[in-house]
């Protein structure tokens, strides 16, 4: 079961608003998913995830039906994620102490000169934007133990010559 509040031992997470253990306390009294109050507010289930964890920000507008959805009052959020607070979108301590995290950095290190050699081959100098990206998580069955499949869709933004 997901941990109730923040971690605080864990940079970036000690230095979120308290805003952000309300969330995850009221997303584990309620039971919900990332993916249930996702559909809730009409979002997707990792930007959700990336809010609740402050690498993403909600507007006015999404806080207050991620409140409804929690059954908490909107007033005590708004208060605590106003316009003043922006994402912190960096990864921590590098490498990693998670395990789940420290095996994604894990293959950008096994693989990222390939992924990027493949890259470059099919779309020329460039990179992919994590800025315009979506990424999708999935089960997939299989008899010697399910899947995780990770897609990550990103626009192509090639270098600039000048």
């Known amino acids: 079961m997901q941990s109730a509040t923040v971690p605080t031992n864990n940079v970036p997470y000690a230095d979120l608003p308290s805003t952000n253990s309300k969330l995850f306390e009221a997303k584990a009294r309620k039971g919900l998913t990332f993916d249930e109050i996702a559909k809730a507010i009409g979002k997707d289930e990792v930007w959700v995830a990336a809010a609740f964890y402050g690498q993403a920000k909600f507007t006015g507008e999404e806080l207050a039906s ?3 959805a929690l059954d908490i009052p909107a007033g005590e959020l708004q208060a605590g994620l106003g316009d ?3 994402p912190h979108r960096g990864l921590g301590p590098v490498p990693p102490t998670d395990p789940v995290i420290y095996r994604l950095y ?3 290190l096994v693989y990222g000169h390939a992924i990027k ?3 470059h081959e099919k779309f020329g100098d460039g990179i992919m934007s994590m800025i315009d990206c979506t990424i999708n998580i999935t089960r997939k069955p299989d ?3 399910d899947r995780v499949v990770l897609t990550f869709d990103g626009k192509f933004l090639p270098y600039a010559k000048w």
């Open 66 to 68: 991620v409140a409804s």
């Open 84 to 86: 003043h607070w922006w």
């Open 106 to 108: 894990e293959s950008v």
């Open 117 to 119: 050699a493949v890259i």
């Open 143 to 145: 008899p010697k133990g």
